[in-house]
């Protein structure tokens, strides 16, 4: 069983950057895929993006592409979100998430395919 804690979110002006952590205990999360979701009132929850188990492969949502980097220390069991250039639209609660294995496309873009989930954490782009 993994648990999942994610911080670093807040309140930021459009332009602005945070820097999210999602701290896992447990299991160590080499053996895990990990992903951040984001989910705004009203709205599904939506794949922001993933890396695989070493790190070495990535993906992002169309929206975030190039704002956004996903990394991983899996010596201090923490996946990050970092987050520039930040927009209005980009309000959410973030949820950290993992799944035991290998990416497999196209489930890991869907919320339904992760093993174990944070309970999120604000992020509020002011405009």
């Known amino acids: 069983q993994v648990q999942l804690v994610e911080s670093g979110g807040g309140l930021v002006q459009a332009g602005g950057s945070l820097r999210l952590s999602c701290g896992a205990s447990?299991?160590?999360?080499?053996?895990?895929?990990m992903g951040w979701f984001r989910q705004a009132p009203g709205k599904e929850r939506e794949f922001v993006s993933v890396?695989?188990?070493?790190?070495?492969?990535?993906y992002y949502q169309d929206s975030v592409k190039g704002r956004f980097t996903i990394s991983r220390d899996n010596t201090k069991n923490t996946v990050y979100l970092q987050m520039n250039s930040l927009k209005a639209e980009d309000t959410a609660v973030y949820y950290c998430?993992?799944?035991?294995?290998?990416?497999?496309?196209?489930?890991?873009?869907?919320?339904?395919?992760?093993?174990?989930w944070g309970q999120g954490t604000q992020v509020t782009v002011s405009s």
């Open positions: 998430a993992a799944k035991s294995g290998i990416l497999i496309g196209p489930y890991f873009r869907q919320a339904g395919w992760y093993d174990y």
């Open positions: 890396t695989n188990r070493n790190g070495g492969t990535t």
């Open positions: 447990g299991r160590a999360i080499g053996d895990y895929a």
